[in-house]
Nanobody
Framework: QVQLVESGGGLVQAGGSLRLSCAASGRTLSGYLMGWFRQVPGKEREFVAA????????YYADSVKGRFTISRDNAKNTVYLQMNSLTPEDTAAYYC?????????????????WGQGTQVTVSS
């Protein structure tokens, strides 16, 4: 079992930045594909970014490419999402996820473990 806890969310003005953290316990994250998803009320949870367990390859949704950066620190058992140039459209609850599989990184079903989420609100 892997327990994931997100932190770092909050209220920020448009154009600002936030860094989300996802701390894991129970297992080392180095063996997992790690992803970030986000969800607004009434909509499906959508893929934001992912980082592979082996090569460190990163993947991004088109809507965040060039603005968000996912990274992992295996020594700290933590994954990060650096979010820059935030817009009100980025307002959502952000969820961290861990998966054993290494393909289908944009699919929710790929991931086995999920955190409880952290809210990000971007004001205009």
């Amino acid at each position: 079992q892997v327990q994931l806890v997100e932190s770092g969310g909050g209220l920020v003005q448009a154009g600002g930045s936030l860094r989300l953290s996802c701390a894991a316990s129970g297992r080392t994250l180095s063996g997992y594909l790690m992803g970030w998803f986000r969800q607004v009320p009434g909509k499906e949870r959508e893929f934001v970014a992912a980082i592979s367990r082996s090569t460190g390859a990163t993947y991004y949704a088109d809507s965040v490419k060039g603005r968000f950066t996912i990274s992992r620190d295996n020594a700290k058992n933590t994954v990060y999402l650096q979010m820059n140039s935030l817009t009100p459209e980025d307002t959502a609850a952000y969820y961290c996820a861990a998966g054993v599989q290494q393909f289908g990184v944009q699919r929710r079903s790929t991931y086995d473990y999920w955190g409880q989420g952290t809210q990000v609100t971007v004001s205009s």
